[in-house]
Structure formats: C-alpha cells, structure tokens
C-alpha cells in the first residue's frame, strides 16, 4: 500500500523566538501547507498560534486556519484536540467546532518531559461521542502500550468512529511515554486492536529516522514535522517543514511505497466528503 505521509508543522512546543523557522502565522502555514502537499503530504495536523505566536484554541483562529488550509490545498485538514499542556479540557472539546476533517484523540493521560498531558477516561468518550456526532474521523494517538489497551476498550463500549476506519498514530519517543525504538512500536502494533484499519508513527527528535523505517518496513504510515522534530541532521536545524516531508517521501518511495494521493488518504481515513 501507498504511503500516507501526515505532517505536522507546527505544534505546541516550541517558541517562534527559539525557531524563527516555525510556521506561527496564518500565512505561514498556508504556505507550508501547500509545499507540504507538494512535496508528498497528503494530511496535515494544525496546532495554532496567537498574534504573539503563542499556542491558542481560539475559535476564529481555528475556523480561519481550517478555511485557508481547504482553501490552498487538498490536504486532510487534522486539528489537535491535545493542544498544549497549559489547555483545558473544555476548550480542548470546542476545537470540533471549526469542522476539521478529522481531530487527534490521545488515549490516555501521558508524563509528557516536566509537565503532564492529561486526557481522563471521561474527556476521551465525551471527545469521541461529539467526534461521531460532528462526523469528523478521530486519530487515535497512542503514546504509551497503556494507551492501546484504551484504545480497545474505547472502540468496544463505544463502537466504530465516523467513516468505519480505525486510523491509529504512535507518538513515540516522548520523556514519559513510550521510547523511540523499533522494539516499542512493534510492541505496539502487535497489541493494535482487530478495528483498527491503519497505523502511522512519529519518533521524537533523533528517534524520526528509525522510527519512520521501521514504520516502512512493517506496513505502516509516516507523520513527520517540526512539531516532532527540529533538528534535519547532526549539527544542521530542519529549515522548512517540506525538508522533512520529501525525506520521508523518499524513504517511503524507496520502500516501494510511495506517498498516496489526498484523494487515497480520504479513503483510507473515511473522511467526510465537504
Ligand atoms: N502538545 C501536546 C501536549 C495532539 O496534538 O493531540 C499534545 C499533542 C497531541 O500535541
Ligand atoms: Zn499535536
């Protein structure tokens, strides 16, 4: 199969006075948007940012950002529910508001480096209920081997999400979850419930390369970005998103699976048709 290459451009995370390069603005991220699409991506996970570049779950700013990104591009438009860790859990629930494709949903309570990023049982079903009320397709992101196992126990009380796909990404690599190593996320895959339809993964830092290789070779997808990951080589900083994600679409068409289509991806996520 194809290869389905999310990227994630922006996060919550990293200061724009730290990484200038950081696409924070508007117009910023429409234009890493459509590079992006350009250079293989065919989904896109939106973290925003204020006028001051900080991270916010601001209604307009997250209807503005959804209309300018379907505006440019192709792209699967995926908002973050996770936000930063300063979010609370209400807002995190009105990010639905501004009608994404689809929306991360993490799968439980993580350390995540000092802080904590908290996602209880409860907020998970009240965030998948209005997922499949909203008819915007859940990314289930598993940092932890604990988070497959709720992941099953989600998908069993509460049955399939909106579009009948199970689309599931490992965040590996975060001080506090699961390591970035191959032997982690096989571990994880090997768990994956039967629902579920596809997988990608991600490796924080200096774990992106061998976790998007291995990713490769066990039949699952990519996410790369400067969300997960600023630093391209030893001693060279990642200058544009799209560096990452042409790498990645290199890896993949090397694997003899190159990166899929927007219109592949909508099918293999079951998104809704807008
Ligand atoms: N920024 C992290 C606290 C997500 O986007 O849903 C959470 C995160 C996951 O990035
Ligand atoms: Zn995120």
């Known amino acids: 199969m194809n290869t389905l290459i999310t990227v994630a451009p922006t996060g919550a995370e990293s200061s724009k006075a730290d990484v200038p390069q950081l696409p924070t603005t508007l117009d910023e991220l429409v234009e890493t948007a459509v590079r992006c699409e350009a250079a293989g991506a065919s989904m896109i996970h939106l973290h925003i940012r204020d006028a001051d570049h900080a991270p916010t779950l601001d209604p307009g700013r997250l209807r503005a950002s959804v209309d300018a990104v379907r505006e440019a591009t192709d792209l699967v438009v995926q908002l973050s529910t996770g936000g930063s860790v300063?979010?609370?859990?209400?807002?995190?629930?009105?990010?639905?508001?501004?009608?994404?494709?689809?929306?991360?949903?993490?799968?439980?309570?993580?350390?995540?480096?000092?802080?904590?990023?908290?996602?209880?049982?409860?907020?998970?079903?009240?965030?998948?209920?209005?997922?499949?009320?909203?008819?915007?397709?859940?990314?289930?992101?598993?940092?932890?081997?604990?988070?497959?196992?709720?992941?099953?126990?989600?998908?069993?009380?509460?049955?399939?999400?909106f579009g009948g796909k199970v689309h599931v990404d490992f965040v590996t690599g975060v001080p506090g979850g699961m390591p970035g190593t191959s032997a982690a996320l096989l571990a994880g895959v090997e768990l994956l419930p039967p629902q579920v339809t596809s997988w990608s993964a991600t490796g924080i830092g200096r774990s992106h390369l061998p976790i998007a290789a291995t990713s490769l070779s066990a039949g699952g997808h990519l996410r790369v970005g400067m969300e997960d990951n600023l630093v391209y080589a030893r001693g060279r900083a990642v200058q544009h998103n799209d560096e990452l994600v042409l790498r990645a679409a290199e890896l993949a068409t090397l694997m003899q699976r190159p990166p899929m289509t927007t219109t592949e991806a909508r099918d293999l996520l079951g998104v809704k048709r807008r």
């Open 86 to 161: 300063q979010d609370p859990l209400d807002q995190r629930l009105t990010v639905l508001d501004a009608e994404p494709d689809s929306c991360s949903l993490t799968c439980g309570t993580t350390n995540f480096g000092d802080d904590v990023f908290l996602n209880p049982w409860p907020f998970m079903v009240d965030l998948y209920r209005q997922s499949i009320e909203r008819e915007v397709v859940p990314e289930f992101e598993l940092f932890d081997l604990g988070h497959v196992a709720a992941l099953q126990r989600l998908l069993d009380q509460e049955g399939m999400p």
